[in-house]
C-alpha cells in the first residue's frame, strides 16, 4: 500500500518492521506525525525560590543567576566543588556565553570551589577559569580572595564517587569505566613500585604516536587521556598517595608528581592556540596542580589509558 505524507513524499509499507520508518518520515517530509520532542537546552533560566537561577539540564545543579550571595536563598546555598565547575566549563563556549554572560564578562572570570588545595601551607582553594581566552575550563590554585564567588542553590543527590581500585598484578588503576597504567611511561612496574626513569616527550610526538602497543594482556586501546580524563584524577581531597603528588592514593607506586609532573593530553588547544596541547600538572611544589596550553615544542610526561 501507499501512504502520501505529503504532495511529495510517498512511503512503500511493507510490513510491522517499517513503522519506524514511515513515523521518521512523516517528520522529515512536514507531514505531521509528531516526533521526538525537543531537547531542553543545557543552560535554562528559571526562578529557584524567588531568586533568578540558572539550571543545568545535564547535571540537574541549580546555579545562582549572579555573582556573589546577596539577596539568595536563606538555605542550601553552598560553593561548588571544582569538579562541579570543570563539569559546568567543558560545556562549551557558545552555551556559557548564553546564560553566562555575567560571568565571561568579568575581567577575570575565576570561579572558586569548596576544595582546598592539599599540600599547601596556606589557605589556597581550587579555582575553575571560564575565560582561558576562549577555551574555558582551566583548574589552578587561588587565593579564595582573589576569586569570585559563585553559588550552587540546589543539586541532585551526591553522585557516587569514582573508586580506585589497584591491580597490582598487571600494574594498572581500574575505575568502572577506565584503565590506568599505574606507572609513567618509561617505568615499569615490579609488583610493588615503578622502577626506571619516566620518559618525557614533546607534544608533536606524543600525539603523533598512533599506537602505544600492549600492556597487561591488551594488544590494542591505550591512548592518551583527555584533559578531562586527566583532570579527575586531581586528588581534590586530603589524601596524599605516598610519592608526594596530587594523584590518588591508588597510585602507590609512582614516584612522580613531587616536583614538574605535567603529562600530556590528547584535548589539543584550539582558535588562537592551534600549536598547543592541554597539560596537567600534579606537582605539590612549587604550586600544586593545575592545567595549561602548553606548546607542542614542550615536554611532559606520559600516563597511558584504556576504556574498559
Known amino acids: 500500500m501507499k501512504f502520501n505524507a505529503t504532495k511529495n ?5 511493507l510490513g510491522r518492521t517499517l513503522l519506524v520508518v514511515l513515523t521518521l518520515g512523516l517528520g522529515a517530509c512536514g507531514g505531521g506525525g509528531g516526533g521526538a520532542p525537543e531537547a531542553p537546552p543545557r543552560l535554562q533560566a528559571i526562578t529557584h525560590q524567588g531568586t533568578p537561577a540558572i539550571r543545568d539540564n545535564v547535571t540537574g545543579i541549580i546555579w545562582a543567576g549572579k555573582l556573589g550571595a546577596e539577596d539568595l536563598p536563606a ?12 563539569t559546568l566549563a567543558d560545556s562549551g563556549e557558545q552555551v556559557l556565553q548564553t546564560q553566562l554572560g555575567f560571568l565571561l564578562n568579568t575581567p577575570y572570570p575565576v570561579v572558586k570551589a569548596s576544595d582546598l588545595v592539599i599540600g599547601s601551607s596556606a589557605a589556597v582553594a581550587w579555582a575553575v577559569d571560564f575565560g582561558a581566552r576562549g577555551e574555558p575550563g582551566g583548574l589552578s590554585d587561588e587565593n579564595p580572595n582573589d576569586a ?7 543539586r541532585p543527590a551526591a553522585a557516587a564517587p569514582v573508586f580506585y581500585s589497584v591491580n597490582a598484578r598487571f600494574g ?3 575505575t568502572d569505566t577506565l584503565m590506568w597504567k599505574l606507572c609513567s611511561e618509561g617505568a615499569q612496574w615490579t609488583g610493588s613500585s615503578c622502577t626506571g626513569t619516566p620518559t618525557r616527550m614533546t607534544g608533536t610526538a606524543a600525539l603523533a604516536t598512533s599506537s602505544w602497543g600492549s600492556y ?4 590494542s586501546g591505550w591512548r592518551l587521556p583527555t584533559k578531562k580524563e586527566l583532570q579527575g584524577l586531581l586528588q581534590l581531597s586530603n ?7 596530587l594523584l590518588p592514593a591508588a597510585f602507590i607506586g ?18 588562537a592556540s592551534p600549536q598547543r596541547a592541554w597539560q596537567v600538572d600534579f606537582s605539590v611544589l612549587p604550586d600544586p596542580g593545575g592545567v595549561e596550553r602548553a606548546l607542542l615544542t614542550d615536554t611532559a610526561y606520559i600516563r597511558l589509558v ?3
Open 75 to 86: 538555605r542550601g546555598v553552598d560553593l561548588p566543588t571544582a569538579a562541579e565547575l570543570l
Open 216 to 219: 597487561a594482556g591488551y594488544n
Open 239 to 245: 589524601n596524599l598517595s605516598p610519592g608526594g603528588s
Open 9 to 13: 513524499c510517498t512511503f512503500q509499507v
Open 148 to 154: 569570585l564567588s559563585w553559588y550552587v542553590l540546589s
Open 254 to 271: 609512582d614516584a612522580v608528581g613531587s616536583d614538574l609532573a605535567q603529562y600530556w593530553s590528547s584535548t589539543r588547544a584550539s582558535g
Open 172 to 174: 594498572m588503576v581500574e
Open 306 to 308: 584504556r576504556s574498559r
